[in-house]
């Protein structure tokens, strides 16, 4: 630039000058906007430092808050960062951990099944993925803990070490444990229960599980049955039935469904009983399980008890006929020959009568021979179809009594046995005074039965203690009882001649007397006492030694009238 | 209700319906001795009692004699002793006739049933012969209170 060229070059000059001004005001506006940027920047450099140390504090933190216990390894294994969670987890404060290797904190056997697959791991740079490991914590005790790392570079790509967590599983292996111990426990319940056991949809009805068991009693593999309903388990004739238990049981009325006919899968059918209760599986699906039980064989034995029961009701039967029938017909024929016997009888007095006249006619011979007919062999003939017909008649008369006996309407009442037995003893006054007999009436109770069946039991055994008494022995009866639940027994003792051992079967039977035949009696008494104690619920029992005395014991059921006594009419003519 | 009337016993005839022929001889002899000369006709069985009571099967076209007097055994083949009083009583041209029912057994369900039936004298045929003709007499008595309906 030139001065000396002032006055021409003023205008030049101030040209030039407006240029520069030109320019530094450019230059001046590109300052301000430069520096406005650089403020900018660093106003943003200072906000991205404020939130990276938030950012590194918040990450601090929750590295130190998750339950986790995270941790740095430096390439050779040894901790170069511990978070303070491990002391939660295995009693060690961080700097006790930092400078160890993990396998110092295992149990030996531990670190040695462990140690090659981690160096494996590592010689791979391969990240670890929830390693199961047990190491011991400070006290002592065991831990299982879950390791998962992953490894870190320098810039270069050298392996710098793994960065990684490490979680407390001990309580979750404990529940896992628990819960595969009760699942192995029902597994072995259903699986070895001699019951089916059978979940079915209470909905839809179809099955969900099916225990061996079942599957044996149905005869179809577990698979097989879990394409199946209710509706094929069951023949078709009972469905109705069947669903409207299974219903019940869905409603929880009711538990039990016995006796339903259950179909094979060969077609063969079987009956269970089935307990079923609702019950809700993983899934909430509501479901029904059953618990099969094949009664099949208990109901063919109930059957055929029941078979015989009736059986023995029937021949029961046709014996109490038989035995009334049989002493009504034989009647008739008795009738006939007493009948004629007296026909007979009235005839022979005509013929002796005519005997008489006959006589002078006849020679000696003749008159002897005719006389010793009419007079003596005739009479002696008669006498003994008479005596004959007299004691048939007797039998048949017991025989009905006894028949009658099982037949009877009974009244039961309550009966005081005292008075029973006072009026017995009454009854038998003289015979007791005249022989001097000692008779003790102990404690008796009240019994339910028929009065006039007691009164025939008690007079029939108290008959027979005076009657049969030691001769030239004092006599002593002792009668005592008492009531025992279910049962009122009462006892007649005596001190008399007592009873054989090979006699006691003739004691309750029929037409038999035992012993000595010194007292009259058709040998029908206790026969007859018998049969009305069984119409009592009860029996009688004897006792004896022969020279000693005799023991007869009353049992009677406190409530015979619920011992379904029947004595239904029969027909008889 | 139909004309009763006191009949001249000797008019009445028995119908002995007995199917064991020594108890019929025995009754028979028995009502002679106690004086009952009345006209007897014996039957061995239910259904030959009824024929002759209604006229019926072997007896048809028969003249009925009348008045009757029915002494039923209870145990007989064909149709026995219940039957026969049970048609009897069921039927208007019966209803009326005087049955004695007599029988071997005295128990009292049987006696029971034929006094149901509308028997009107059940007498027991005893063993012992005097008494069975004392049972016997006694129908003579009875036969000589009975009212005979009119026509029967």
Not at chain 1, 85 to 91: A, F, H, M, N, T
Not at chain 1, 302 to 318: C, G, I, T
Request: hydrophobic fraction near 40%.
């Amino acid at each position: 630039m030139a001065v000396d060229t002032v006055p021409e070059n003023v205008s030049a000059l101030k040209a030039e000058v407006a240029v520069l001004n030109e320019l530094l005001a450019v230059q001046e506006r590109v300052v301000i906007e430069q520096s406005a940027k650089l403020e900018h920047t660093l106003q943003e450099l200072r906000e991205a430092k404020d939130a990276a140390n938030a950012s590194e504090d918040w990450l601090r933190r929750l590295v130190e808050t998750v339950n986790d216990w995270v941790w740095e390894v430096n390439c050779s294994g040894v901790y170069t960062y511990v978070s303070p969670r491990v002391r939660d987890i295995l009693g060690y404060k961080p700097e006790e951990v930092v400078g160890r290797t993990p396998f110092d904190l295992m149990p030996q056997e531990e670190a040695k099944r462990l140690a090659p697959v981690v160096e494996e791991l590592i010689a791979a740079k391969k990240p670890m993925l929830s390693i199961e490991n047990t190491c011991a914590h400070k006290d002592g005790h065991l831990v299982v803990l879950e390791t998962s790392g992953l490894a870190f570079f320098a810039p270069d790509g050298t392996l710098m070490g793994y960065r990684g967590v490490d979680r407390d599983i001990t309580a979750r292996k404990q529940v896992e444990k628990a819960l595969r111990g009760s699942q192995e426990r029902y597994r072995v319940i259903s699986e070895g229960s001699p019951h089916g056991i059978l979940i079915a949809d209470s909905e839809t009805r179809q099955f969900a599980y099916a225990n061996p068991c079942m599957c044996r009693l149905l005869g179809y593999t577990e698979k097989e049955l879990l394409q199946l309903g209710v509706a094929d388990i069951h023949p078709q004739d009972s469905l109705g039935h069947v669903a409207s238990e299974f219903e019940s049981q869905v409603r929880g009325e009711k538990a039990l469904a016995a006796e339903l006919p259950c179909l094979r899968k060969d077609g063969t059918v079987f009956y269970a009983d089935v307990t079923a209760g609702p019950i809700i599986l993983y899934g909430g699906q509501e479901c029904i399980v059953g618990f099969f039980a094949d009664v099949t064989e208990r109901k063919r034995a109930q059957e055929k008890l029941k078979r015989y029961a009736d059986d023995l009701e029937r021949a029961n039967e046709e014996v109490k006929q038989f035995a009334f029938i049989v002493s009504h017909d034989l009647r008739g024929p008795l009738i006939n020959l007493r009948g004629f016997t007296f026909e007979l009888r009235s005839e022979c007095a005509t013929l002796d009568s005519l005997l008489t006249a006959a006589l002078p006619h006849l020679d000696e011979e003749q008159q002897r021979e005719a006389t010793a007919a009419l007079r003596q062999g005739i009479p002696q003939a008669l006498e003994f179809i008479e005596a004959s017909v007299a004691r048939m008649d007797d039998f048949i008369n017991a025989v009905l009594k006894l028949s009658r006996l099982g037949r009877n309407d009974l009244h039961f009442e309550r009966v005081n046995l005292h008075d029973v037995v006072q009026s017995a003893l009454d009854g038998l006054a003289h015979q007791i005074e005249e022989r001097q007999v000692r008779v003790t009436v102990g404690r008796l109770p009240e019994v339910v039965g028929d009065r006039t069946a007691m009164e025939q039991i008690v007079g029939n055994i108290l008959t027979n203690a005076v009657n049969y008494l030691e001769p030239g022995r004092p006599g002593e009866i002792e009668v005592a009882g008492e009531q025992q639940g279910a049962e009122t027994t009462f006892f007649v003792r005596d001190n008399g001649r007592g009873i054989a051992e090979s006699d006691m079967p003739k004691v309750f039977a029929l037409f038999r007397r035992a012993g000595k035949q010194d007292v009259k009696g058709e040998g029908m008494g206790l026969v007859y006492a018998q049969a009305l104690a069984y119409r009592h619920g009860g029996y009688i029992r004897c006792d004896s030694e022969l020279g000693v005395g005799t023991t007869f014991t009353v049992v009677v059921s406190s409530h015979p009238e619920e011992q379904g006594d029947s004595n239904a009419p029969t027909a008889a003519g | 209700m139909p004309q009763l009337q006191q009949a001249d016993k000797r008019e009445v005839t028995i119908l002995l319906a007995e199917d064991d022929p020594g108890h019929a001889t025995l009754i028979e002899k028995s009502l002679r001795r106690a004086h009952i000369s009345n006209r007897l006709i014996t039957v061995q069985d239910g259904q030959a009692a009824l024929d002759y009571l209604f006229r019926e099967g072997t007896r048809a076209g028969e003249e009925r004699l009348r008045p009757t007097l029915v002494l039923l055994d209870l145990n007989m083949p064909v149709l026995d002793g219940y039957q026969v009083l049970e048609r009897m009583k069921a039927d208007e041209r019966t209803r009326r006739i005087p049955v004695v029912v007599l029988t071997t057994t005295d128990d009292p369900r049987e006696v029971d049933r034929c006094y149901g039936l509308g028997c009107n004298v059940y007498v027991t045929k005893p063993v012992d012969y005097e008494r069975f003709s004392e049972a016997v007499r006694k129908l003579g008595l009875f036969l000589s209170i009975v009212a005979f309906p009119d026509g029967s």
